[in-house]
């Protein structure tokens, strides 16, 4: 038997890759003890060849030097598999007027290669626009998500060729006005198949890099009304779009820096969270008939806080979409984030001090996710606005606020910042949400805790192994790419959605899982989050449980769908009204 | 020439009996706006107040009454705009300007968050002018306390300490209160604000001798670290109302 030995050597080889994997990702994993010292993510981020950073716009103007302490801004994120690839991508903006714009291509073993230049969308940044954000959008329904670029400038849209590389449409979408967009999300807001589009603008539409007035500061620094606020751009279904805001009721002019869309009161249409620095944050409900009505008093109240984030989720499992929005909150300003609890009759009611979610420091991005697929969704939290030298700038702004009569509008009067600290080097948070009661903090344990000014974070399963890793952008600095290493045998099962009536990337759609008398809801989101946009995926932590009683899925066409008993621990992709009944996991192309 | 020392005591007598009727009026108004507070009819109390405030700005208890009045009512922007209008009739009133900052005070829990800022700033201005017109324990204490309620970043608790010690020298020379146990907890918290934990500790231990019951003393010496900080911030949350009612003043004195 000569060929013994060497089956011998296999044998062993097998049971030896087995073992390994059964460490890294499997159900025998380690004791519990072990498990709570456990890091869960790992820094890989150049390793997997992110090698960019960030440069904020350094202004040349008469208000330039005071400029610098308000515009740390534009570093941004937004994940798409713009391939088709089954991987998903990464988009990547910088702002300084010689910098570009990253699109890095995921490679399919967690490395990325900057294809920006040869896609042609790398050109973000010139003289008079700087980038700030970025969305993923398929507005031709084409199946290739576009690009939105959004700018203190002109916005760019690329229209997505499929085949690697991208066409700017900007002029011929009717999408070409000066805006100082800071971020975009799309759905489509009456159901009519096609994404429609929402910009939230920071300043005023006046030219900040050469502004001819001194007056485009926040009049207020609580309920300022002379931001950029938000503009609603109707799909048109031919590659253009049309400004509808003003019959839209979409009416505000904050210092809008963020958008969340989700389905607050689950009647098909999706509502409206709009969060503004320097004032009252908006919720607008949907009234079907492509038009929003203004509820924030009734559903919210009239907040004078600092509104940097809105992501909606359902943390607490009872069907019903709560928001989180980040504020300000330090020693000298103690305003607290809010985590707007859904009371199911259009009004919320902020539980933040109660579930431990309202200290963030200076708050930037919020996202809602499931780390640990234990089937409550956590949060991370980033944070930080300037890390400069020692000396701080809070008693310089508090000498300019406590001045009598001081016009807040005017630049001239707000001091400049140099080097100076405000809110800096603050400790990013990773919530763990304990059974939809309270969360607890635990990014220092996986090393989530990184000072740097943060900004934007998006979540996306890069490696397609069902643990939702993270990207996050800094202002001024590298960016970090967290790769999930979670070793315990936690389930999960994810979802690619496809709309054939609804909008191909079907965004709005919700997916209800029933698991004995516990119904999970996660959605596809349109873009929701400060500065990011993750993946629109639909992914379920399931913990121990192997199998699911009921999948549902309603499109945002009205059509409900109930799906078959599928295996769990696997991707499957679902399109809209096919009635196939053999459902397969889904595995990428390459 | 007879005539004039006649005069003068007609004009003494006159306006003591102005004095009088005036301080005879307060009171009057005072008793029917406690009866109007106890129906809850807050628009006639404020009114009432607000005449027995006027008729005697040194009535520390009047003031006070009114302001807590005024809490309940939520209409703080009233209560500011009277003791602005009191303050320009009595520049001199080291209570007019005392419960004018403690006006300031009582609208910091419902305003935005730098409007915070600016309520704090005014009411440390009145503070300031109620203890360069007259040194008080009041004055001293309170003064103190608004000083502590700065963030680090301004170094202001150096000078609410300063206060506050002042406040204890006051309070030592004198018979004690009740109240005085708040000068050596805030005594105590300043010099834990200026990292001095050795001197807190002192200051709480102090107290506690004086005030063996008291559980803030208490809790302070027993507590340390993150335990410690989060007791202590929490007396100076700017969301959560301060107790501005003066009537430990009255009620625990002979004055």
Redesign the interface.
């Given at each position: 038997m000569p060929g013994q030995p060497f089956r011998s050597v296999l044998i062993l080889f097998i049971v030896l890759l087995v073992l390994e994997s059964g460490i890294a990702y499997g159900a025998a994993g380690p004791g519990p003890e072990d498990r709570q010292n456990q890091r869960w993510f790992e820094d890989v981020t150049h390793k997997a060849g992110i090698l960019s950073r960030h440069h904020t716009r350094r202004f040349n103007n008469p208000y330039a030097e005071i400029m610098q302490g308000y515009t740390k801004l534009g570093a941004a994120v937004a994940v798409a598999d713009f391939d088709r690839d089954g991987f998903e991508d990464i988009f990547v903006t910088d702002s300084c007027a010689t910098c570009k714009n990253h699109l890095y291509h995921n490679n399919g073993d967690f490395t990325f290669t900057d294809v920006a230049e040869k896609a042609g969308v790398a050109n973000g940044n010139d003289e008079e626009n700087a980038s700030s954000g970025a969305l993923w959008f398929d507005f031709n329904n084409d199946g290739f998500p576009d690009l939105l670029v959004v700018r203190f400038g002109h916005p760019i849209l690329y229209l997505n060729l499929g085949n690697g590389k991208f066409r700017d449409v900007t002029k011929a979408s009717g999408l070409d006005r000066y805006m100082n967009a800071i971020k975009a999300i799309a759905f489509d807001y009456d159901n009519d198949g096609y994404v429609d589009l929402f910009i939230g603008s920071y300043f005023q539409p006046i030219n900040i890099f050469h502004p001819g007035t001194p007056r485009f500061f926040p009049e207020s620094?609580?309920?300022a009304k002379n931001g950029g606020g938000v503009t609603v751009f109707h799909n048109n279904k031919d590659g253009t779009f049309t400004d509808v805001t003003e019959i839209s009721g979409i009416h505000t002019t904050g210092w809008t820096l963020d958008l969340g869309h989700g389905d607050a009161n689950n009647d098909g249409f999706e509502d409206l969270y709009v969060a503004n620095d320097f004032g009252t944050d908006r919720f607008y409900v949907n009234n079907g008939n492509g038009t929003f009505t203004d509820k924030t008093e009734s559903a919210i109240g009239f907040d004078?806080?600092k509104g940097m984030n809105v992501d909606w989720g359902d943390f607490d499992n009872d069907g019903l979409l709560d928001i989180y929005v980040t504020n300000?909150t330090?020693?000298?300003?103690?305003?607290?984030n809010f985590l707007w609890h859904n009371n199911g009759n259009l009004t919320f009611t902020d539980i933040s001090r109660e579930t431990g979610t309202d200290d963030t420091g200076w708050g930037w991005a919020g996202k809602f996710f499931d780390y640990d697929n234990d089937g409550w969704l956590d949060l991370y939290v980033v944070n930080g606005w300037v890390s400069g030298g020692k000396e701080?700038y809070?008693?310089d702004i508090?000498e300019m606020?406590?001045r009598p009569g001081v016009d807040f509008a005017d630049a001239r009067n707000w001091p400049p910042i140099g080097n100076k600290s405000l809110s800096g080097y603050q400790k990013k948070r990773l919530f763990h949400n304990e059974n939809g009661h309270i969360f607890k903090d635990e990014a220092a344990r996986h090393g989530l805790d990184s000072t740097k000014d943060g900004r934007g974070i998006a979540v996306a399963d890069f490696d397609n192994d069902g643990r939702l890793d993270l990207f996050v952008t800094n202002a001024d600095d590298e960016p970090f790419l967290y790769r999930n290493i979670l070793p315990t045998g936690a389930h999960w099962i994810g979802f690619l959605l496809e709309g054939s009536k609804s909008n191909s990337a079907a965004v709005g759609a919700q997916i209800r899982l029933k698991i004995g008398k516990q119904t999970y809801l996660r959605y596809v989101n349109g873009g929701n989050g400060f500065a990011s946009q993750s993946t629109n995926r639909v992914h379920f932590g399931l913990g121990k449980n192997t199998r699911i009683d009921a999948i549902e899925v309603r499109w945002p066409s009205g059509m409900k769908q109930n799906l078959p008993v599928l295996p769990v621990d696997h991707w499957y992709k679902l399109v809209e009204a096919d009635t196939t009944t053999n459902i397969q996991p889904w595995e990428p192309k390459r | 020439m007879n005539r004039k020392p006649y005069s003068h005591f007609l004009v003494v007598l006159f306006l003591m009996g102005v004095l009088f009727s005036a301080v005879r009026a307060s009171d009057s108004d005072y008793q029917e706006a406690v009866k109007a507070l106890g129906a809850k009819d807050y628009a006639t109390a404020l009114r009432y107040l607000e005449s027995a405030v006027g008729g005697d700005p040194d009535n520390v208890r009047y003031a006070s009454d009114y302001r807590q009045a005024v809490i309940r009512s939520k209409d703080f922007d009233r209560s500011l705009q009277f003791f602005e209008k009191l303050v320009s009739a009595h520049p001199d009133s080291a209570n007019v300007h005392l419960n004018f900052g403690f006006a300031y005070v009582d609208k910091i829990p419902v305003?935005?968050?730098?409007?915070q800022?600016?309520l704090a700033?005014n009411a440390l201005k009145e503070f300031t002018k109620a203890v360069e017109l007259k040194e008080s324990w009041i004055a001293y204490y309170t003064r103190g306390m608004s000083y502590l309620f700065w963030?680090?970043?301004?170094g202001r608790a150096a000078f609410g300490v300063a206060d506050l010690k002042k406040a204890m020298e006051i309070q030592k020379s004198g018979p004690r209160r009740p109240y005085h146990v708040k000068t050596y907890i805030g005594l105590g918290d300043g010099y834990w604000k200026m990292d001095d934990s050795e001197k807190a500790r002192s200051i709480w231990q102090e107290g506690l001798k004086e005030f063996p019951d008291n559980a803030n003393l208490k809790a302070r010496l027993t507590q340390q670290g993150d335990q410690l900080k989060a007791t202590i911030e929490a007396g100076f949350?700017?969301?959560k109302r301060v107790d501005t009612d003066l009537r430990d003043l009255w009620a625990n004195s002979n004055n």
């Open positions: 620094f609580e309920t004078t806080k300000i330090d020693d000298y300003m103690r305003e607290g701080s809070v008693p508090f606020v406590t | 305003a935005g968050s730098i409007t800022v600016i700033n963030p680090k970043v301004f949350d700017p969301s």
